[in-house]
Each structure stands twice: as structure tokens, then as C-alpha cells.
């Protein structure tokens, strides 16, 4: 069995409107909405690789602050287990681009129709994790920095 391991993260940002919204992507393959992140590179932590991809991904810089990490496992293919590891930061940067040939669309959804978009049940765990982290203590989730 071949090991993979990934790192991304829920970006969050507080719109004018008080409404949180949260950082989607929308890969030229497969087309279904997810949230940024990618695999890990050598001599790379956890949070390099999240703050590496979800920038690559997206043009957008964060910061993890918090203590939110959620993992999720499955199997992408025959004889492949995936872990993915997830961060929560929310940022005030509102400009996004989606990485040239490799992301269709980058995209700002209002937290509470998230789910609703999303095809992988992984996906909805973690937000789900997420949204109760926000509700337990929203300051957990401190306002990032822009780097």
C-alpha cells in the first residue's frame, strides 16, 4: 500500500455584510468544490505545506493561529491511503486567483452553503468540525495576519 499525505486548510474571512465566508476551490479535474490543499514536500511541516498550497491554490496568504487540526483518511485508488491534515484561519484578504491549469475556480461561499456544495463527505466532516470549533469558542480562531 502506497502512503500519501496532504495539508490544506478552511480559510475563513468576515464579509461587509457580517456574513463568514469560506475559501472553495473547484479543480479542472473532477470539477466537484473542495477546499485548498495539496501534497507535502520534503523537509516540509504540516503548516508550511498548508500555507504553501492553500497560496498556490488560491493567491492567498494566511497564517495559522489556531489549534483546529482535523485529519481525514481514505482511499483515492486501489492500493493508495490518503491522509489529509486541515487547518482553520480566517484572513481579511478578499483577492483570490485560481492557480493556472490546475484549478478551474477559487471562490468565496457564505459558510452556511458550503455543505450544501460539497460532494465529498471528508469535506463535510471537517467543515462540519470547523463550524463547531467557531460556535465553542470564536476566538479560538483568531484573525489572521496576512504575511
Not at 500519501?4 to 464579509?15: F, P, Y
Amino acid at each position: 500500500m502506497t502512503y500519501e499525505k496532504s495539508c490544506g486548510a478552511l480559510v475563513l474571512r468576515r464579509g461587509k455584510d457580517e456574513v463568514d465566508y469560506i475559501l472553495m476551490i473547484r479543480h479542472r479535474r473532477g470539477g466537484n468544490l473542495s477546499f485548498p490543499k495539496g501534497h507535502m514536500e520534503r523537509g516540509e511541516n504540516e503548516h508550511m505545506t498548508a500555507l504553501r498550497e492553500v497560496y498556490e491554490e488560491t493567491g492567498v496568504r494566511i497564517r495559522i493561529r489556531s489549534s483546529f487540526r482535523k485529519t481525514v483518511h481514505y482511499t483515492p485508488s486501489p492500493g493508495v491511503s490518503k491522509e489529509v491534515v486541515y487547518f482553520l484561519c480566517r484572513t481579511e484578504q478578499t483577492s483570490i486567483r485560481p492557480r493556472e491549469g490546475e484549478i478551474a475556480e477559487v471562490l468565496w461561499m457564505p459558510v452556511g452553503e458550503a455543505e450544501a456544495n460539497l460532494a465529498h463527505e471528508n469535506d463535510k466532516v471537517v467543515l462540519r468540525a470547523a463550524i463547531e470549533e467557531m460556535k465553542s469558542d470564536p476566538m479560538l480562531i483568531p484573525q489572521g495576519e496576512l504575511i
